[in-house]
Nanobody, 119 residues
Framework: QVQLVESGGGLVQAGGSLRLSCAAS????????MGWYRQAPGKQRELVAG???????DYADFVKGRFTISRDNAKNTLYLQMNSLKTEDTAVYFC?????????????WGQGTQVTVSS
């Protein structure tokens, strides 16, 4: 089992910045990749950014150049630095970990943290 706890959300004006954190605990060794997703009211959850165990990163087009995903393996923590925030970035942001369980892959999720960007 992997437990994920997000923090760092809040209210910020458009153009501002926030940094989200996701602390992982439990069977850390089983994690193969991690990522951030978001879900706005009335919309489906969507991938924002991902990072592999080797450090390769991938971003959704709508955040490229503005958001940066990183991980501190010593602290078992995933980060999402969000700059130049837009009102359309308002959503609940979820941390995700893809772990190996009994030979298969399993998605772990945090509880989510609210990010609200005001105009």
């Amino acid at each position: 089992q992997v437990q994920l706890v997000e923090s760092g959300g809040g209210l910020v004006q458009a153009g501002g910045s926030l940094r989200l954190s996701c602390a992982a605990s439990g069977s850390i060794f089983s994690i193969r990749a991690m990522g951030w997703y978001r879900q706005a009211p009335g919309k489906q959850r969507e991938l924002v950014a991902g990072i592999s165990s080797g450090g390769s990163t991938d971003y959704a087009d709508f955040v490229k150049g503005r958001f940066t995903i990183s991980r501190d393996n010593a602290k078992n923590t995933l980060y999402l630095q969000m700059n130049s925030l837009k009102t359309e970035d308002t959503a609940v942001y979820f941390c995700n970990a893809l772990g190996v369980v009994a030979g298969g892959l399993y998605d772990y999720w945090g509880q989510g943290t609210q990010v609200t960007v005001s105009s």
